[in-house]
């Protein structure tokens, strides 16, 4: 069974400080995909980013970052410099390739940033 | 606006009736999705659809449960008999295919049942 888990509850920054989101996920499927989602007030969910399980190697775009480490089954997620219109609920979430229809959220993260 | 519609965005029933809740998905989108996420937790999968076929459905998805897709394009989640365990925020998504494409949500509809 798939599982992903966030450890964070909640984050409180003061705007311009960087934020990391850690996420651990479990996964019997060797091939998989990791996404974060971040879901404002307005209760949409906005797609950030994704990392399929074959490719390691980490990206920057933008303001997002994120460290994909197979090894320890984690999948961090870091904003650089906040801004106030980053605070929302932020979701990891997990796809195997057999079961590619269903996504497995985390419990998700809130980030407050102060102004 | 070419994002996920759904409509109502927010609902409140009494207890033991039928709620309908509707959702347009991206136009050239074939799979859509819905979940429930209740308050402080991330969505869970309820049900897929690719065109009008209803091709999986979550345990979570009980009897008292209907979805729709007729012809492929909108869909509809029906509730019956409601309880007040089922007040949650219900979303919708679609994607264009599976294999790790993203999904995208519409803002959901915010169901209440007293």
């Given amino acids: ?115 | 606006d070419t994002g996920v519609s759904q409509d109502p965005r927010h609902k409140i029933t009494k207890r033991g009736q039928n709620v309908t809740f509707r959702c347009d998905p991206i136009s050239e989108h074939n799979r859509l999705y819905w979940y429930r996420q209740t308050l402080g937790q991330g969505p869970e999968f309820l049900t897929y659809f690719q065109n009008e076929a209803q091709l999986e459905k979550s345990r979570l998805l009980s009897d008292r449960f209907s979805a729709e897709r007729p012809k492929g394009s909108f869909s509809t989640l029906e509730i019956q008999r409601t309880e007040q365990g089922d007040s949650a925020m219900y979303l919708c998504a679609s994607s264009s295919r599976g294999g790790g494409t993203e999904a995208f949500f519409g803002q959901g509809t915010r169901l209440t049942v007293v």
């Fill in chain 1, 1 to 115: 069974a798939q599982k992903v888990t966030q450890a964070q509850t909640e984050i409180s920054v003061v705007e311009k400080e960087d934020v990391t989101l850690d996420c651990v996920y479990e996964t019997r499927d060797t091939t998989y995909y990791l996404f974060w989602y971040k879901q404002p007030p307005s209760g949409e969910l906005v797609f950030l980013i994704r990392r399929n399980s074959f490719d390691e190697q980490n990206e920057i775009s933008g303001r997002y970052s994120w460290n994909f480490q197979k090894s320890t089954s984690s999948f961090n997620f870091t904003i650089t410099a906040s801004q106030v219109v980053d605070s929302a609920v932020y979701f990891c979430a997990l796809s195997e390739a057999s079961y590619d229809y269903k996504l497995s959220f985390g419990a998700g993260t809130t980030v407050t940033v102060r102004a």
